[in-house]
């Protein structure tokens, strides 16, 4: 039992998920020392709100992105799912959760139309899912010209009983969006690293062919993903229509940069067969506080935003492709000999 326990322990102490906790505490204590109203409880969980659909969609675009895949139409499917809750309830008389069933259902429909043009007909991910975004959101667009406000003022006056789902606050301090992001954690947790098809999910990663011939359908498991993919970001869609109080088609059309910058930060490779639902989490953590911290301490204008974050996945990307080539790995080996001999 003990040896169990420090073994685990060495591992956590050798893991990702370790820099990331440091780089979390980094930023709270440059952040915290820039200035002080970084580190007060009420702005630092209101701010979460902001970037909390990020995190969300993450979550399960990790699933897409162990089997080998990719998924950069999320952002678009917000959107579509903002819109079809807003004109729904609005044009059509549908009651306010009605609405939102049936933009999820859309949303996994959609999902699962790009599913299956990478499972089942070969199409590379990142051709289906690129004209998935612009196909949803012309769909989006679409759906709000059926509304009878203007797109660009965007549909209002939702009634308060949705509007709980971002108002909500336990202790008075907590605001429901984190708390509906640790329960995804712990869900997409237990489904990724604790179930029989999560274990599917990381074989099909690792050697797709290996797996077909162990008995597993693939071409369903890698649809599924994409599927669950589109779920999270109609939850987010839903999430985000209820904290603005505003259903606009182009919700989350930024989105795309920060989610897969959180994933591969999180230690998902991009090639599949690696990846970590917590690793996720801590990294889309790490971005939303940079996005935070770096406007309110440091003057950084919202527009330049991306920046910071685009060189953040570069260095993540490039670094393990560094690490991973034979060369740089036989380098570090010889400098370890010779500190050793000295």
Not at 32 to 60: H, Q, T, W
Not at 80 to 88: D, K
Not at 211 to 220: D, P, V
Not at 305 to 317: H, Q, T
Request: hydrophobic share 55%.
């Amino acid at each position: 039992m003990n040896q169990s326990f420090s073994q685990k322990a060495k591992r956590f102490l050798k893991s990702w998920e370790l820099v990331l906790i440091c780089i979390l505490i980094a930023e709270f204590l440059i952040f915290g020392a820039a200035n002080e109203k970084f580190l007060r409880p009420a702005m630092l969980f209101n701010s979460m709100n902001d970037f909390m659909s990020i995190c969300i969609i993450s979550l399960f675009v990790t699933f897409v992105m162990i089997t080998g895949g990719i998924d950069i139409q999320a952002g678009s499917i917000v959107g579509l799912t903002s819109i079809i809750i807003g004109v729904s309830w609005q044009d059509f008389g549908f009651n306010i959760w009605t609405a939102a069933a049936l933009a999820l259902v859309v949303a996994v429909i959609c999902g699962a139309l790009s599913g299956f043009f990478v499972a089942y007909c070969g199409v590379q991910a990142m051709v289906v899912t690129l004209g998935g975004s612009f196909l949803y959101s012309g769909i989006a667009l679409l759906v709000s010209n059926l509304a009878s406000t203007a797109s660009y003022q965007g549909i209002s006056g939702f009634p308060e009983y949705f509007k709980i789902l971002s108002k909500y606050k336990l202790f008075g301090l907590i605001p429901s969006q984190l708390l509906i992001f640790l329960a995804l954690v712990v869900i997409a947790y237990l489904v990724l690293h604790r179930s029989k098809y999560g274990r599917r999910i990381f074989l099909v990663g690792v050697n797709q062919q290996a797996a077909e011939y162990s008995g597993i359908n693939t071409r369903l498991i890698i649809m599924s993903t994409y599927m669950l993919s589109a779920a999270s970001a109609a939850v987010a869609g839903i999430v985000l229509t209820a904290y603005l109080g505003t259903s606009k088609s182009d919700l989350g059309a930024n989105f795309t940069l920060n989610i897969i910058t959180a994933v591969v930060l999180g230690g998902t490779l991009s090639t599949g067969g690696k990846g970590s639902v917590v690793g996720t989490a801590l990294a889309s953590m790490v971005i939303g506080l940079l996005r935070f911290g770096l406007p309110l301490c440091f003057k950084v204008g919202t527009q330049y935003l991306d920046i910071p974050v685009g060189i953040l996945l570069l260095v993540v990307v490039v670094g393990r492709a560094v690490a991973a080539n034979p060369s740089m790995a036989g380098l570090f080996a010889g400098l370890k000999k010779k500190k050793a001999s000295a």
